[in-house]
């Protein structure tokens, strides 16, 4: 199972994806919602660990967009 963690907070980022690797998933981590949603949309991820407040797009703007684009590849 593949995860990303957008997370900005260096500490916060390297606790939650070290857990995740140790419980035996892999983890990409992005600093910044901008990033994150550009991964997001070229890399086929299981789940998300999205914080809300991120540098330059917000964890729930990046979201919105994220479900809006999926909803357009299945029209």
């Known amino acids: 199972m593949r995860i990303l963690v ?3 907070d260096s500490k916060i980022a390297s606790f939650v994806v070290n ?3 140790q419980s035996g998933f892999a983890v990409d981590r992005s600093a910044d919602g901008e990033e994150g949603s ?3 949309q070229t890399i086929s991820y299981d789940a ?15 979201i919105q ?11």
């Open 48 to 62: 998300a660990v999205v914080d809300l407040m991120l540098p330059k797009l917000d964890g729930l703007k990046m």
């Open 65 to 75: 967009e994220l479900r809006a684009k999926v909803s357009e590849c299945r029209c």
């Open 38 to 40: 550009i991964r997001a």
């Open 19 to 21: 857990g995740l690797k």
């Open 6 to 8: 957008v997370e900005d």
